[in-house]
């Protein structure tokens, strides 16, 4: 079944910590995204990925963030020394193109709370 | 900076009674998203909405786009228990400046009462 899929659904980790979060998007689909959720923030865009392309990375809210696609296929979300204002819902979405008029599918997202 | 609004934030209504949940938007799109999020679940598309004047339905809710108001409409007819959820629109270009991700509104929260 192909959806979106996203590890791990949750995790609990100490202030400080650095913490990779994976996203498989659905087979043959060459967009990737990065969205955060949280109370305080609503839905933010973090970063894009288009097949080969390099990606855009400008929602990426600090330089401990950073993003990886191996393969135009699946993705890993670093954070490093992560601070207590980092939790939240990490949401990975994708879509058949790029161009926009594409569903986009979100995953179930992983749920990162730093203590 | 690109802003999405939605109104109202928080919906509570009864069953078997109509509705309207407004979004605002402000810049040039002709592209615009309805999700539909339960709690603890991720989103789920609703409608994808390419022009000015699209006019979509899926059961008892139907959305709108009026690109020259800048202004999406989800309505709700005869709302149903099941239609209980938080509901996003969402659009293209986020507040950054780049044109590859959504911004989304802050969603609105429909409780609909037997």
């Known amino acids: 079944g192909a959806g979106v899929s996203q590890s791990p659904s949750n995790k609990v980790t100490e202030k400080g910590k650095d913490v990779e979060l994976r996203c498989d998007p659905i087979s043959g689909h060459t967009a990737l995204y990065w969205y955060r959720q949280s109370l305080g923030q609503g839905l933010e865009f973090l970063i894009y990925f288009q097949g080969n392309s390099a990606p855009d990375k400008s929602g990426l809210p600090s330089d401990r963030f950073s993003a990886e696609r191996t393969g135009g296929s699946v993705s890993t979300l670093t954070i490093q020394r992560t601070q207590q204002e980092d939790s939240a819902v990490y949401l990975c979405a994708s879509s058949l193109g790029g161009g926009r008029r594409n569903t986009i599918y979100f995953g179930e997202g992983s749920w990162l709370t730093v203590v | 900076e690109l802003k999405v609004e939605q109104n109202p934030l928080f919906l509570s209504m009864q069953e078997g009674k109509n509705y309207t949940i407004y979004c605002n938007y402000s810049?040039?799109?002709?592209?615009l998203y309805w999700y539909r999020q339960d709690p603890g679940k991720s989103l789920e598309s609703l409608f994808v909405?390419?022009?000015?004047?699209a006019v979509k339905q899926e059961g008892r809710l139907m959305a709108s786009l009026d690109t020259k108001a800048r202004l999406s409409t989800l309505h709700i007819t005869a709302a149903v228990h099941d239609l209980s959820a938080t509901y996003f629109c969402?659009?293209?270009?986020?507040?950054?400046?780049?044109?590859?991700?959504?911004?989304f509104g802050k969603g609105t929260h429909l409780i609909i009462q037997p």
């Open positions: 909405l390419l022009s000015n004047g």
């Open positions: 969402a659009v293209d270009g986020y507040s950054g400046g780049g044109a590859d991700g959504l911004t």
């Open positions: 810049t040039t799109s002709d592209r």
